[in-house]
C-alpha cells in the first residue's frame, strides 16, 4: 500500500505537527499509532479529538520477525507523548499495521515488510502501553476514519481505493468494515491482465500495472528515462508522448476494469480515491468516470470522490476505533 508522506522532513521521533490534520470529535483521549514497514505515525488524541504531538519515527529495522523491536518502540513513542502531555491521560491505544489482518484475533497474520506471522500484536501492544489496544488493518482504519469524517461520509456501502506505490484498498458495507478475516478488500490483487508478474507472485494484479509506482516504472522501463514520478508520466501523455499515453491509458483501463467488476459484484455508492495518484484530479476522475459509463448498462453507477484525510486517515482510523474501547 502507498503510504504518503505527509508529515514533511521528520526522520526522528521529534514532535512533527501537521497542521491540516482535522480534529476527530469531542471524546475520550486515547493513543494513536500507525505502523509501516519505514515509518510509524504516532499522535496523543485529547478530549476535543485533536492530535497532540503528531510525528513520524523510523520503524526500527532488524532482520526477520519486527514484533518485538515495533512493540518497544511503541512503548517508548507512548511515554513521549505522555510525559510532554502529562495533562492528557489516555484511556486506550488504536493500532494499525499493514499485510494481512485478523483484528477479531489481534493477530497480524502476515506482512511480509515486517517479517511477522500469526504474530499477537494487540496483546503484546496492550501489555507494553498498560491499555486497553483497538487493533485493526491500516487502509481499513483509514476507509472508518473517511466515513465517518471524510470522503465516504454519505455513504454506507462504499470502496476506499488507495493509489500510490502500491494498491490497497477497503470494503465498507452497511458502514461497517468488511473484513473477511483480513482478506477481503485486496483490490489491488485482483487480476486484471496476462501480465506482468506482481511481487506478490500472481500474474496481471491492478498494482502491477496501474499503481502510480508501477506507471513510473513501466515508462522507465518502456524508455529508459526515469520519470518524476507517476504524475510526470501523466503530464508527458498530456504533451503527445506516445510510450506515456500507452502506459497512461492501459492504467486507466485496467483502474475501469477493477471498478466495473467492483460495480457489477458489490454495486457501492461511491469509490473514494486517494494516494498519490489521486492528486492526478481531473486526468484521473473524469477519465475514470467516462470509461466506467462506458463499460456498463444497467448498473448503478458509483460516485467517485476524492479521499480527504490524506496521509493521516490510517492514524484518525486507529484514534476512532481506540474511543470504541472507552
Keep these: 500500500m502507498t503510504r504518503p508522506d505527509d508529515v514533511t522532513g521528520a526522520t526522528d521521533s521529534s514532535p512533527r505537527v ?7 470529535g469531542a471524546g475520550a483521549p486515547v493513543l494513536a499509532f500507525d505502523v509501516g514497514g519505514t515509518d510509524i505515525k504516532s499522535g496523543l488524541f485529547d478530549a476535543d479529538g ?6 513520524r519515527s523510523p520503524t526500527p529495522q532488524v532482520d526477520g520477525d519486527r514484533t518485538d523491536a515495533v512493540i518497544e518502540q511503541l512503548g517508548l513513542l507512548a ?5 510532554e502531555h502529562p495533562e492528557v491521560q489516555p484511556l486506550a491505544a488504536g493500532l494499525v499495521v499493514p499485510g494481512i489482518v485478523d483484528a477479531d484475533a489481534g ?9 511477522w506471522h500469526d504474530s499477537p500484536l494487540r496483546d503484546l501492544a496492550s501489555a507494553r502501553l498498560g491499555l486497553p489496544v483497538a487493533f485493526d488493518h491500516d487502509v481499513r482504519a483509514a476507509s472508518w476514519a ?31 468494515p468488511y473484513t473477511a478475516g483480513g482478506y477481503a478488500g485486496e483490490i489491488g490483487h485482483s487480476p486484471v491482465a496476462e501480465g506482468p508478474i ?16 508501477a506507471i513510473a516504472r513501466r515508462y522507465r522501463d518502456a524508455t529508459g528515462i526515469t520519470p518524476d514520478g507517476a504524475r510526470d508520466v ?24 477493477s471498478l466495473a467488476q467492483l460495480t457489477a459484484v458489490f454495486a457501492p455508492e ?27 448498462s444497467f448498473h448503478r453507477l458509483p460516485v467517485l470522490v476524492p479521499a480527504e484525510l490524506s496521509g493521516n486517515a490510517g492514524l484518525m482510523g486507529a484514534a476512532l476505533r481506540a474511543r470504541e474501547l472507552t
Design 18 to 24: 501537521h497542521a491540516s490534520v482535522r480534529s476527530i
Design 50 to 55: 485533536r492530535v497532540l504531538g503528531l510525528r
Design 79 to 83: 511515554a513521549e507523548l505522555r510525559a
Design 107 to 115: 493477530l497480524g497474520v502476515f506482512a511480509s515488510n515486517l517479517g
Design 146 to 176: 473517511e466515513h465517518r469524517l471524510g470522503g465516504a461520509r454519505a455513504y454506507e456501502n462504499s470502496v476506499v481505493l488507495v493509489i500510490g506505490t502500491g494498491i490497497a484498498g477497503a470494503l465498507l458495507v452497511g458502514g461497517e
Design 198 to 213: 506482481c511481487p506478490c507472485g500472481a500474474r496481471g494484479c491492478l498494482e502491477a500495472v496501474a499503481s502510480a509506482g
Design 234 to 257: 501523466i503530464a508527458r501523455a498530456a504533451a503527445g508522448d506516445a510510450a506515456a499515453s500507452d502506459i497512461w491509458n492501459s492504467a486507466l483501463d485496467a483502474l475501469t476494469l
Design 270 to 296: 461511491a469509490v473514494v480515491i486517494g494516494g498519490g495518484l489521486s492528486r492526478a484530479g481531473d486526468a484521473l476522475f473524469d477519465e475514470l468516470r467516462t470509461r466506467l459509463a462506458a463499460r456498463l
